[in-house]
C-alpha cells in the first residue's frame, strides 16, 4: 500500500518521494491515494486563506496565492489535459482526429486561450473567496479527485494505451468501491462543515460527473489521460463559483 502512495504522489504532484518499482503490484490502489494530493492542496488553501486574513492581505494578492497554490502542488500536470483537450473539443473535428490532436506536444490557439480564461475565471472567483469558505473549498479538491478516480475504474476507455490504461488495468477491483466511501465520506464532512456551500458543491461535482461521461463516450468513444485533466480543472473551477455563489446568496 506504501508504494501504490508513492506512485500516486510521484505521478500526479512535485512533492518529493521516495524511489518506488512501478510495477503492477504496486500500482493496484495507487488510484486511492490520489485524493490525498486534493486534501494537502486543500489545507495549503485553507492555511493561505488564514495567512491573508491575518495579515489583511488586498483581494488581489489573496486570489493570486490561491490560483498559485494547485499548480505548484500538481505541477500542472491537469492544466496539460486541459489544454489538450481544449485543443481537440475545439477543432470540432471526428473522434480519430480529436485523439490525434491530444496527443500533438504542440500546443494550439485554442489551448491558448482557454487557458487564459480559466485562468482568469479561476482568479476572479477565488478574489472572492473567505475564511468562512475554506471546508468547502478544500473538500472540492478532493472530490474533483475521487470522482476523477471513479471515472478510471468505472467509464469506458478511449485509448488501449496510455497512462490511464495502465493505472486502470493495475488498479484492483476494490478500487472502486474504496473511492466510493471516499466520496461519501467527503460529501457528509463537506455538509456537515458548511451545509449549504458543501451540499452545493457537492451536488454540482456529481452532475458534471455525469457530464464529464456523456461528452468523453460521445465525442472521444471514451476517456483518456488528457480527457481526466479537462475533468478535474472544470470541476474545480465550478466547484469554486458554487460555494461563492452559496456564500453570498444563503
Known amino acids: 500500500m506504501f508504494h501504490s502512495l508513492i506512485i500516486a504522489f510521484s505521478t500526479y504532484s512535485k512533492i518529493?518521494?521516495?524511489?518506488a518499482e512501478w510495477s503492477e503490484k504496486n500500482m493496484r490502489y495507487s488510484i486511492c491515494f490520489f485524493p490525498l494530493i486534493g486534501l494537502i492542496i486543500g489545507l495549503l488553501e485553507w492555511?493561505?486563506?488564514?495567512?491573508?486574513?491575518?495579515?489583511?492581505?488586498?483581494?488581489?494578492?489573496?486570489a493570486a496565492l490561491l490560483t498559485v497554490i494547485p499548480f505548484l502542488v500538481t505541477g500542472g500536470i491537469h492544466m496539460?489535459?486541459?489544454s489538450d483537450t481544449s485543443d481537440a473539443r475545439h477543432s470540432y473535428r471526428t473522434r480519430e482526429e480529436k485523439l490525434e490532436i491530444m496527443k500533438d506536444p504542440h500546443v494550439g490557439?485554442?489551448?491558448v486561450f482557454c487557458c487564459v480564461l480559466y485562468l482568469l475565471l479561476y482568479f476572479s472567483v477565488l478574489s472572492e473567496v473567505r475564511v468562512s469558505d475554506a471546508p468547502a473549498l478544500t473538500g472540492s479538491f478532493v472530490i474533483s479527485r475521487i470522482l476523477s478516480g471513479l471515472a478510471v475504474t468505472v467509464f469506458p476507455k478511449a485509448?488501449?494505451?496510455?497512462?490511464?490504461?495502465?493505472?486502470?488495468?493495475?488498479?484492483?477491483k476494490s478500487v472502486k468501491w474504496i473511492l466510493t466511501v471516499e466520496?461519501?465520506?467527503?460529501v457528509i464532512l463537506m455538509t456537515v462543515l458548511k451545509p449549504a456551500a458543501g451540499g452545493a458543491a457537492a451536488a454540482a461535482a456529481l452532475l458534471f460527473f455525469m457530464y464529464y461521461r456523456h461528452v468523453s463516450v460521445r465525442e472521444f468513444g471514451g476517456i483518456t489521460g488528457d480527457l481526466a485533466g479537462w475533468f478535474l480543472q472544470m470541476t474545480?473551477?465550478?466547484?469554486?463559483?458554487?460555494?461563492?455563489?452559496?456564500g453570498k446568496v444563503i
Open 16 to 19: 518529493p518521494m521516495p524511489q
Open 47 to 62: 492555511g493561505a486563506l488564514c495567512l491573508a486574513a491575518y495579515l489583511d492581505f488586498n483581494p488581489l494578492l489573496r
Open 80 to 82: 496539460d489535459g486541459f
Open 109 to 111: 490557439s485554442f489551448a
Open 159 to 172: 485509448k488501449k494505451d496510455g497512462m490511464l490504461r495502465s493505472t486502470a488495468d493495475a488498479s484492483a
Open 183 to 186: 466520496l461519501v465520506f467527503t
Open 236 to 246: 474545480e473551477l465550478i466547484l469554486t463559483c458554487v460555494i461563492v455563489i452559496s
